[in-house]
């Protein structure tokens, strides 16, 4: 009997290392047609909410794939649906929004496009979070899943998603019945390139991966005058100095040390000249956080000691500060456990422990997590991977605080190991998932 279950064994493990270098050798094939496509991107990067190019030219792929593809979900998202027999249904998305940055990375293909922020200001743009490997990744893990019917049954739901950067883009596509006109998800995947990592190391963190994030914008009034008679005045630069420091005492006196929490006043303007007291100063905060407690124990926080010092500043209640929220607001991105360990136990098994970590939670945000949050019944994940340069990662000693990060004008991974490695990992996932 041992004999048997060893040999059954070794034929197991034969045919998974067979599969998995078929894989392996398909997306080696591939890999000069996305790099093509990968550099096309990244010369044509487009601002949130105003892809135009990008999604035209990806739908047109995924049709020739086989894929029922809806454009212009959201605004400029894009929809692909493969159906397989009955099983799960798989959701799979990809960013491809660009940030307002003027590239520095002095690579060949480098962008040289401008485009216009919201308020018509003109601006260079550049791919500086890496979305156009996400894209590229999208279309080859398509292309893998429409080569491979054959060893998996469900349903693939391909979502191209617009304005990840400003956090608007999933909504856009929720209310634009993403959860309505096409198949319900009961699996969410997606990736990010990672500036923390070495190209094609694959990070899952279980729990909390992104956080809340809100901006807060306190308008703080005064009365004016003349430097030289402050007795006529009512500061407001003192006042608003004052709300900065109690301001610190929410993250180190209010809330739990265990629970992370950031509160930064990012913008102080006031005034015009030494000898004028002004009548305003405006602060503009970013406020971070995890779970919804901790993010209403510091937005209450602000708004209560913002009223509370003007008060001790005898400010009366026609000239109370005034505070206000942006919209929208981010999110926190929370990863299912079970989801999150399966994965872990996934990847290690197949690409080996010596690839697969399993990184901190950040504190920057991500609107995937939208995805989860509007049905939490679904399992969601999303996943790092490495992007630093094996002879950067080197030079520095894997201290990634003297390399480039996402969002710099310098970034500029390792494009050809995030996109096969996120390939690989996406369509292995995706196997699991909707395996026979």
Known sequence: MRKLLFLAAAAMTATTTASAAALQDAIRADMPQLMTLYRDLHAHPELSMQEVRTPALLAGEMRKLGFDVTEHVGKTGVVAVMKNGPGPVLLIRADMDALPVREQTGLSFASKVTG???????????????????????????????????????????????????????????????????????????????????????????????????????????????????????????????????????????????????????????????????????????????????????????????????IAAGMPEDRMPTVEIEQPSADATFNTPELSGRLTQLFSSYFGKDRVTEPKPVMAAEDFGRFWLADKSKQSVIFWVGGVPKEKWDAVGGDTTKLPALHSPLWAPDADAVISTATEAMTVAALDLLKK
Request: overall charge neutral; some cysteine; charged content about 20%.
């Open 116 to 310: 216009k922020l919201p308020d018509g200001t003109e601006t260079p743009v550049m791919h500086a979070c890496g979305h156009d490997t996400h894209v590229t990744t999208w279309l080859a893990t398509g292309k893998r899943l429409a080569a491979m019917k054959d060893q998996w049954s469900g349903t693939v739901v391909m979502v191209l998603q617009p304005g990840e950067e400003l956090v608007m883009g999933a909504q856009a596509m929720l209310q634009d019945g993403l959860y309505t006109r096409f198949p319900k998800p009961d699996y969410l995947l997606a990736f990010h390139d990672a500036a923390t990592l070495p190209a094609g190391v694959i990070g899952v963190t279980n729990g909390y991966v992104l956080a809340n994030v809100d901006t807060v914008n306190v308008d703080v009034k005064g009365v004016g005058g003349h430097g030289a008679y402050p007795q006529n005045t009512r500061d407001p630069i003192v006042l608003a100095s004052r709300i900065v420091s109690a301001l610190q005492t929410l993250v180190s006196r209010e809330n739990d040390p265990q629970q992370p929490a950031v509160v930064t006043v990012g913008s102080f303007h006031a005034g015009t000249k030494s000898n004028i007291i002004p009548d305003e100063a405006k602060l503009a905060l970013t406020v971070r956080s995890y779970t919804p407690e901790t993010r209403k124990l510091l937005l209450d926080g602000i708004r209560r000691i913002v009223r509370g010092e003007a």
